[in-house]
């Protein structure tokens, strides 16, 4: 059973277009979404993260929107570069002591020069 | 400051043996986390430790264990290795104040 639902699996954008990764969850007790980039040979590393009482969070050409009600969350990169051509995670955290995400399946991310 | 630092990289065993792999947290990050990620399943928690105790664990059979040290250095043991263990493995680890789980470049494990 997939907690974190994410989608499209693979996306082709071409330079300066814009990039949409949709994720949609099912547990209402989480409270932390994140979304990591991994580059190949590399571990995934934090992009942006939101909490649910924000419906939207910019930094940089990246942008995390956010549906509690309809339980999902979407990552939007603007003028899409080469240089993001990665694999992309959405992931969740239920709250308290507790540090174990819930993961997406990813996003293979390529952007044409 | 240093990032997590993961050894071995790359490691290939056979069916039935085991193996351990080793995680140095960033300096002052008292909380671990490891995960498998391979293609299909995507990256599934295995546990976590803090402070030298196990705070969680994930859906995987008793033959995946962990610990973690005093100096907050953790290593995790698969023991009697199946073919499907094949994937990488990776650690992270957690400042107590940020939520951010910051990863090393995780081992590969293949096994034949």
């Known amino acids: 059973q997939q907690q974190v639902k994410q989608s499209p699996q693979s996306l082709i954008v071409q330079k300066g277009g814009i990039s949409i990764i949709n994720c949609a969850y099912e547990?209402?007790?989480?409270?932390?979404f994140p979304w990591y980039q991994q580059f190949p040979g590399k571990g995934p590393a934090l992009l942006i993260a939101i909490r649910p009482d924000v419906s939207e969070k910019k930094e940089g050409r990246f942008t995390i929107s956010f549906n509690k009600s309809a339980k999902q969350f979407s990552l939007h990169i603007m003028d899409s570069q080469p240089g993001d051509s990665a694999t992309y995670f959405c992931a969740a955290r239920r709250g308290g002591n507790n540090r174990k995400l819930i993961w997406g399946l990813g996003t293979s991310l390529a952007v044409n020069p | 400051k240093a990032g997590v630092t993961q050894t071995p990289r790359y490691l290939i065993k056979t069916r039935g043996q085991q193996v351990t792999l080793s995680c140095s947290p960033i300096s002052g990050h008292r909380s671990v986390s490891w995960y498998q990620q391979t293609p299909g399943q995507g990256l599934q928690f295995l546990f976590e430790?803090?402070?030298?105790?196990?705070?969680n664990k994930g859906n995987f059979p008793g033959r995946f264990s962990g610990r973690q040290f005093s100096n907050s250095r953790s290593e995790m043991n698969v023991s009697t290795l199946e073919l499907g263990d094949s994937a990488l493995y990776l650690c992270?680890?957690?400042?107590?104040?940020?939520?951010?789980?910051?990863f090393g470049p995780g081992t590969r494990l293949l096994v034949l």
């Open positions: 547990n209402t007790a989480f409270d932390y």
């Open positions: 992270a680890s957690n400042p107590d104040w940020e939520e951010t789980q910051y």
């Open positions: 430790y803090f402070s030298e105790t196990q705070r």
